[in-house]
């Protein structure tokens, strides 16, 4: 076992490093469901998997990482078409959580996605595996690799928390946008105008929209007048053109047209069937419900 101490902005941390090594998982390998009993931080270096903590299941692929806590129950498990690969490190200690914390990862989030520092992390798990054989020879090797790795998450997490400044503060601008389409979607405002309102260009509402919703201002318009629509469609007996009326559409074929894309079915059909969703869903699970 290899023991390291140090201090990082009046944080001392005393760590024991217990094993490190590499699997290369089967298809077929069982669920992983257990309660941690050290720290156990892995890189996956190939393939994909899922992790479930909390009731969440994270989809991991290469260049990720996830860590169990102590004491903390996991379950994780390889996707059966293209099963990940990946280097571990265990181990254990007093002021372990607020390192962790400090490159990235928390309780809550026990993953993080690398991108372009994926290589630079995974030559240092890849020299971390090579050395350890635990011996008392080679833990000081391990316990400098180690070192290593905290340092480099450490300053990968700061450059993300800079770079997520610049993020936060254009999503609040996005955010007021989102606020002001919902309060007026009724209106038929075009693009240009809602641009013009809200103190941006054209080309940054198409940027912000494929950011942080992933799909075209258009369609968000589209897909919440849809959404109203359900809500509307399924507490009354209006007919379809005044439907289409109260949420902005003149057109009913066009309305029909538009919720049978989004709802899998015709708003007809909705109505009859008296479905019982919240139709906003999908404003919840992208973060973006501001009504």
């Known amino acids: 076992m290899s023991k390291l101490t140090f201090e990082f902005e009046n944080n001392k941390c005393e760590l024991e490093i217990s094993r490190v090594g590499q699997e290369h998982c089967l298809p077929r390998k069982l669920h992983e469901k257990k309660k941690a009993r050290k720290y156990s931080m892995h890189y996956i270096f190939s393939g994909y998997g899922t992790l479930i903590k909390n009731g969440k299941e994270i989809s991991l692929t290469k260049g990720s990482m996830f860590l169990l806590y102590e004491n903390d129950e996991h379950e994780y498990f390889p996707d059966p078409m293209a099963p990940w690969a990946y280097y571990w490190i265990d181990f254990s200690g007093e002021g372990v959580d607020n390192v962790l914390a400090d490159c990235g990862f928390s309780r809550e989030k026990p993953y993080i996605y690398l991108g372009d520092n994926a290589n630079n992390i995974c030559n240092i798990f890849r020299s971390l595996a090579e050395e350890y054989d635990g011996s008392s020879l080679k833990s000081l090797s391990c316990s400098g690799y180690t070192l290593l790795l905290f340092q480099r998450l450490m300053q990968y997490h700061n450059q993300y928390d800079k770079t997520f400044a610049v993020r936060s503060a254009r999503f609040k601008v996005f955010r007021d946008i989102l606020i002001f389409i919902n309060n007026n979607y009724r209106m038929n405002f075009t693009l240009d105008e809602i641009a013009e309102k809200m103190n941006v260009t054209k080309k940054q509402l198409f940027s912000m929209f494929n950011d942080f919703a992933g799909m075209t201002p258009v369609n968000y318009i589209n897909r919440f007048r849809v959404s109203t ?63």
């Open 229 to 291: 629509a359900c809500v509307i469609l399924s507490e009354s007996s209006i007919g379809i053109k005044a439907v289409a009326q109260m949420v902005g559409v003149e057109d009913e074929a066009y309305f029909t047209r538009m919720f049978t894309k989004w709802k899998g079915m015709s708003p007809r059909d909705y109505q009859k069937a008296r479905i019982q969703e919240n139709p906003y869903e999908w404003l919840k699970e992208k973060d973006l419900d501001f009504r």
